[in-house]
């Protein structure tokens, strides 16, 4: 009791993280402080200076790189993700394709690739040849997956939004499944950091 944890969670997964933080604080008595960025932005908090308690990334891969640079002891599987395209409920511009998404009247938004979504959408359209068309046709670049969530659910100018299937039920998004996204996961894991003194 009385004790404090520092947790870098991605925004991607901020929602069931907070939730999950009040009931251990409760139960534990622990007071937990979480800080939200993408996960690459996240991984150079962590790394200047070295501190904290426990890393959530969107991907798996940071918690590769973490280890890498020696900055995380050991890791945990926690949930997976898939890449979806997130649609005002009714889907009232008809998306059901990658060719529908790239109408030049549909305005869509993306992730920059710090965020663990803009890392994999690249990657997963880089895989089929595509990555090019679907960057060049984004109208909307936002830094972390939630962000491109929230546009499109509050903006009127954005229609859809390249997203973790998570964030789009998390915003009440309808999910449109794309075959070019069929391989698009990504294994969230949480990450003990070698700085943790807990």
Same mark, same amino acid.
């Given at each position: 009791?009385?004790?404090?944890?520092?947790?870098?969670?991605?925004? $991607?997964?901020?929602?069931?993280?907070?939730?999950?933080?009040? !009931?251990?604080?409760?139960?534990? $008595?622990?007071?937990?402080?979480?800080?939200?960025?993408?996960?690459? $932005?996240?991984?150079?908090?962590?790394?200047?200076?070295?501190?904290?308690?426990?890393?959530?990334?969107?991907?798996?891969?940071?918690?590769?790189?973490?280890?890498?640079?020696?900055?995380?002891?050991?890791?945990?599987?926690?949930?997976?993700?898939?890449?979806?395209?997130?649609? #005002?409920?009714?889907?009232? #511009?008809?998306?059901?394709? !990658?060719?529908? !998404?790239?109408?030049?009247?549909?305005?869509?938004?993306?992730?920059?690739?710090?965020?663990?979504?803009?890392?994999?959408?690249?990657?997963?359209?880089?895989?089929? $040849?595509?990555?090019?068309?679907?960057?060049?046709?984004?109208?909307?670049?936002?830094?972390?997956?939630?962000?491109?969530?929230?546009?499109?659910?509050?903006?009127?100018?954005?229609?859809?939004?390249?997203?973790?299937?998570?964030?789009?039920?998390?915003?009440?998004?309808?999910?449109?499944?794309?075959?070019?996204?069929?391989?698009?996961?990504?294994?969230?894991?949480?990450?003990? !950091?070698?700085?943790?003194?807990?």
């Amino acid at each position: 009791r009385g004790a404090s944890l520092v947790v870098y969670c991605a925004a $991607g997964i901020k929602a069931p993280v907070e939730k999950i933080t009040r !009931l251990y604080a409760e139960e534990y $008595g622990v007071d937990v402080r979480l800080t939200h960025n993408n996960s690459g $932005g996240l991984l150079s908090s962590i790394e200047v200076p070295p501190e904290g308690d426990l890393y959530i990334p969107a991907d798996g891969l940071f918690i590769e790189r973490g280890r890498k640079k020696g900055l995380i002891a050991e890791s945990l599987p926690l949930a997976r993700f898939r890449l979806v395209v997130g649609v #005002k409920q009714g889907n009232p #511009k008809q998306i059901r394709t !990658l060719d529908d !998404l790239l109408r030049p009247e549909i305005d869509y938004a993306l992730c920059n690739e710090q965020a663990g979504a803009g890392k994999t959408t690249m990657a997963s359209f880089e895989k089929v $040849g595509r990555w090019k068309e679907v960057q060049t046709g984004a109208k909307v670049f936002k830094p972390t997956v939630t962000d491109a969530a929230s546009a499109v659910q509050t903006s009127e100018s954005v229609d859809a939004g390249i997203l973790w299937d998570s964030t789009a039920k998390q915003y009440d998004l309808e999910i449109v499944n794309l075959p070019e996204l069929a391989d698009a996961v990504a294994d969230i894991h949480v990450g003990l !950091l070698v700085a943790s003194k807990q």
